[in-house]
């Protein structure tokens, strides 16, 4: 299993940004999809998820109103797009896939270095 996140970089406050993760070697629509965010200092935080079908999306409350999960199943790739982005958004961001069913197994990839200037 194999995810790849692309997207980050340095942006300043009130900027839009799309993170990407591409997933090879296993069977993507099996997967629920996460996006995670972790805070210099803090813990690793789902702040966006996407169930296998697409159908389905749920989101952390600092990212309700402001991103948007979204996934192409053709390019297996799941998105996320932040709208109005604030210094706290700064972070490593780590694309997970998680089996819903037994044995659960969750993968994740590298991450991506989101930096957010005031």
């Known amino acids: 299993v194999h995810l790849a996140e692309s997207g980050g970089g340095l942006v300043q406050a009130g900027d839009s940004l799309s993170l990407s993760c591409t997933a090879s070697e296993f069977t993507f629509s099996a997967y629920d999809m996460s996006w995670y965010h972790q805070a210099p200092g803090r813990e690793r935080e789902a702040v966006a998820t996407i169930t296998t079908t697409g159908e389905s999306t749920v989101y952390a409350d600092s990212m309700k109103g402001r991103g948007t999960i979204f996934m192409d199943g053709a390019k297996k790739t799941v998105y996320l797009q932040i709208h109005n982005l604030k210094p706290e958004d700064t972070g490593v961001y780590y694309c997970?896939?998680?089996?819903?069913?037994?044995?659960?197994?969750?993968?994740w990839g590298h991450g991506t270095q989101v930096t957010v200037s005031s």
């Open positions: 997970v896939a998680h089996l819903p069913y037994y044995p659960f197994h969750d993968y």
